[in-house]
């Protein structure tokens, strides 16, 4: 072989152990939060889910300063074909690894759809229907910080246990308010309660009046509200203003947050039940980042929302880096195999269906006297383990799970 042809060679060599074929390909990630970045979940959600999904990356690169990580996001706005659309090009044109955050439920099994057979993933730490990871499970989706069931769960049977044995709901009339209302529906029944009724009502709507009277009707003990986000405060609100507070009822709401329970008011909102995987004041772990992101979020405190986003983009992030690939299935299945100790949501472990199992918390709205401070706002007053918290494996029809063995 002459000089020529040496050097030629060794040139080849050196292209192919820098080429994006070769381990290298892996230390470069790109995630892209998705979600509601001016309507009704805004507040819980988008500007703060960036926020946490950056501080996710810088810490992970801190550890890894050889992995780069690249943060983009987009508004979904809370329609499942703008999000859909997004979460395409980001694919197929911007080379996207992962799609993160996506609250609203209908955006998000849209979402699942456009990752599914294709190398990239949909870490839905937002969508909180349960058919993600139940009927339209996908071993490219991982659902991180609660769900439908979780949550109408947690409250349904806490609340039927402590005399809540007569339910109304008032649900948005989408695929998170519909899960909500089935998955409560179950559990209040498996409790000895009854569900009396239940009514629908259009996202972002303005005027409740006609459904917070038809609840205030039915002769519930319970008055749930299956919604999210600004929907959520407005009933808050308007309950109060028709003088539901003083009947004597509990109020819950499923999917509230702290951002929720502080643009309603301690006057108007103590006595609320909600239930949450994550709140600020819960140790000195959550104590500590929440410090960190408020001063980088404009003082906010950060909801479940938020703190789902960091966790469960940090997860994704070791598992790439343990995987060594980006491959979504590859690396989700990484994330199946190894329990994870995560400083917001402590013991976690992602089952079969791609579901996140932790505790979830029962949490009780302060009155303004005991109140401390802004954010000081809940009280816990019980918890439910991940496994007693979250469906059982084998009843969400999950196909990616392997029926029991007979004997």
């Not at 205030?216 to 609100?237: E, N, P």
């Not at 949501?345 to 302060?366: E, S, T």
């Not at 918290?389 to 009843?395: G, I, T």
């Amino acid at each position: 072989m002459n000089y020529l042809s040496r050097i030629l060679a060794l040139s080849l060599l050196a292209a192919c152990a820098t080429s994006p074929a070769s381990a290298d390909a892996a230390r470069s990630l790109k995630i892209g939060v998705l979600n509601d970045a001016s309507g009704p979940y805004s507040d819980n959600a988008g500007e703060g889910s960036v926020t946490a999904a950056k501080m996710a990356a810088e810490d992970f690169m801190r550890l890894h300063p050889d992995f780069k990580v690249e943060i983009v996001s987009a508004d979904h706005q809370n329609k499942a074909d703008v999000g859909a659309a997004i979460a395409r090009r980001w694919i197929d044109q911007e080379k996207v690894d992962a799609v993160a955050d996506v609250p609203n439920s209908a955006v998000g099994l849209a979402v699942n759809e456009v990752v599914r057979g294709t190398k990239a993933a949909l870490i839905a730490s937002s969508a909180a229907s349960s058919d993600l990871t139940g009927k339209y499970c996908s071993p490219n989706t991982i659902q991180w910080t609660f769900d439908t069931w979780a949550a109408s769960h947690t409250i349904g049977a806490y609340l039927v246990r402590h005399g809540g044995k007569k339910w109304y709901f008032i649900a948005t009339d989408n695929a998170l308010g519909k899960s909500m209302v089935r998955d409560g529906t179950a559990v209040i029944g498996a409790g000895g309660g009854t569900v009396l009724g239940s009514v629908n009502v259009p996202i972002n709507n303005a005027d409740y009046a006609s459904f917070i009277l038809q609840a205030d009707s039915s002769g519930a003990d319970v008055i749930a509200f299956a919604t999210a986000g600004g929907d959520t405060v407005s009933l808050i609100k308007q309950s109060a203003e028709f003088g539901l507070k003083q009947s004597g009822r509990t109020f819950a709401a499923l999917l509230t947050t702290t951002n929720d329970v502080e643009s309603s008011g301690l006057a108007v909102g103590e006595g609320l039940i909600i239930t949450q995987p994550f709140y600020w004041d819960l140790n000195d772990a959550s104590r500590a980042w929440s410090a960190k992101f408020s001063e980088r979020q404009h003082g906010q405190s950060p909801t479940a929302f938020h703190a789902g986003v960091y966790s469960s983009v940090l997860a994704y992030l070791n598992a790439a880096q343990a995987a060594g690939t980006n491959d979504a299935p590859a690396v989700i299945q990484k994330l199946k195999e190894t329990p994870i100790d995560d400083a917001l949501f402590g013991p976690v472990v992602v089952r079969a269906d791609g579901r996140a199992i932790h505790n979830m918390y029962i949490l009780k709205v302060k009155s303004p006297t005991a109140s401390k401070s802004k954010w000081d706002l809940l009280e816990q007053v019980g918890v439910l383990t991940g496994p007693e918290a979250f469906r059982p494996l084998d009843q969400g029809g999950c196909s990616l799970v392997e029926p029991p063995k007979s004997n």
